[in-house]
Structures are given as structure tokens and as C-alpha cells.
Antibody, heavy 125, light 110 residues
């Protein structure tokens, strides 16, 4: 059974960089059938897609966050990571990592089928 | 990229059917059969309920069904049960930004 687990600091100071890692177990991150994504949810609000990465390193980012986001992959550790720079209180959220199906024919990412449990990151001094 | 439009809340009595709409544009919902729906209970991670407009993952009750007409997708839950009370989110592939979510709908079972 595939499992994803987010890890990283639960508290980040304003203007600093938020860093999270997602460890994948029960399956290979190097599969050509999937992307690996980050989604966040501010307290009491809806889901926001942050970005996704393919095992080769190709990335897709939410245009509204693109200037501050970097997603990377480490296939040797079966992990992928998120960095969000210059954070403010508005970046306080539960951050989820998830597996995203990759369509073979058009390289789209139709849906997220496995999710981590999520980790709350609070931005505060 | 604007979020897909969902009603903030819907409600229904046990045994009834409800439908949640998800409206986008021809660049997302209307342009691709890549709409998915997620159920989220409080404090839990989202769970995939419907993918590619109308397909159910293994283990999801057949009381959940999805459809699409033009730029609007819909999730229908029939035979409403107390355990269905949750937040529901739609999502679509989009040509401009890859993925977009709806704002979410709170389902209350009366």
C-alpha cells in the first residue's frame, strides 16, 4: 500500500523559507505513470495546488506562487521536497503531498489518488 | 487562474439525493474530461471519490456519481447517509496552470 509522509518544521518565521519533504513508501517515485504534488489548505479554507514534479525533474507550478516555489525530487531517497520562500502569515496552512496520475497520451495530471496526512506549518515570529 | 466555482453549502436528509456543481471555463472543466472530486472530513486528508468526470476508484460507494455538461461538472450523492457529511472539492486539469481546485462545498446531512 502506497504511503506518503510529510516532514519538516511546524513553525517558520516571516520572510524565511518554508521547507518540507515528502517520503514515499510502498512504491517508486521513479514511475513514469505519476507526478508528485504539493497542495495546501489554510485553516478553515479550501485546497490550493502549489505544484507538481515528475521523477525526471520537470516541474509545474501554480502561477500565483511560482516566483516563491521550488519543488525538487531525490529518487535515491524516494522523496520530493517543497521550498517556499519569503513566507508571510498568509502561508500558514496544512501542507499535503500527494501522488498525481500522469496521462500517458497528453502528459496531463488528471487527479490525486494518494495523499499524505498533512502537516501544519505556522508562519509566526 | 481562478478557482472553480462551487456552492458554499448544500444539505439533504438521509436517503435523499443531492448534487454539487462545479463551474469552470472551456480552458479547464469544459475543455477536458479531467474533472475529479474529493471528500474531506474534518482534520483528515482529502479522499478521491471521482476521477475523469465519472469514474469511481475501487472502494468508493456507487452512491457517488459524476457527470459534466459544458463548463459545469456535477457530483451526485444518492441515498444520503450521515457519514457523507463532509467538505467536497472539485478539481480540473487546466491548460493554463495544470491544476485548479474549486472553493469547496460543505455538505450537511439534516
Amino acid at each position: 500500500q502506497l504511503q506518503l509522509q510529510e516532514s519538516g518544521p511546524g513553525l517558520v518565521k516571516p520572510s524565511e523559507t518554508l521547507s518540507l519533504t515528502c517520503t514515499v513508501s510502498g512504491g517508486s517515485i521513479s514511475s513514469s505513470s505519476y507526478y508528485w504534488g504539493w497542495i495546501r489548505q489554510p485553516p478553515g479554507k479550501g485546497l490550493e495546488w502549489i505544484g507538481s514534479i515528475y521523477y525526471s525533474g520537470s516541474t509545474y507550478y501554480n502561477p500565483s506562487l511560482k516566483s516563491r516555489v521550488t519543488i525538487s525530487v531525490d529518487t535515491s531517497k524516494n522523496q520530493f521536497s517543497l521550498k517556499l520562500s519569503s513566507v508571510t502569515a498568509a502561508d500558514t496552512a496544512v501542507y499535503y503531498c500527494a501522488r498525481q496520475e500522469r496521462n500517458y497520451y497528453d502528459s496531463s495530471g488528471p487527479y490525486f489518488d494518494y495523499w499524505g496526512q498533512g502537516t501544519l506549518v505556522t508562519v509566526s515570529s | 487562474q481562478s478557482a472553480l466555482t462551487q456552492p458554499a453549502s448544500v444539505s439533504g436528509s438521509p436517503g435523499q439525493s443531492i448534487t454539487i456543481s462545479c463551474t469552470g471555463t472551456s480552458s479547464d472543466v469544459g475543455g477536458y474530461n479531467y474533472v475529479s472530486w474529493y471528500q474531506q472530513h474534518p482534520g483528515k486528508a482529502p479522499k478521491l471519490m471521482i476521477y475523469e468526470v465519472s469514474n469511481r476508484p475501487s472502494g468508493v460507494s456507487n452512491r457517488f456519481s459524476g457527470s459534466k455538461s459544458g463548463n459545469t461538472a456535477s457530483l451526485t450523492i444518492s441515498g444520503l447517509q450521515a457519514e457523507d457529511e463532509a467538505d467536497y472539492y472539485c478539481s480540473s486539469y487546466t491548460s493554463s496552470s495544470f491544476v485548479v481546485f474549486g472553493g469547496g462545498t460543505k455538505l450537511t446531512v439534516l
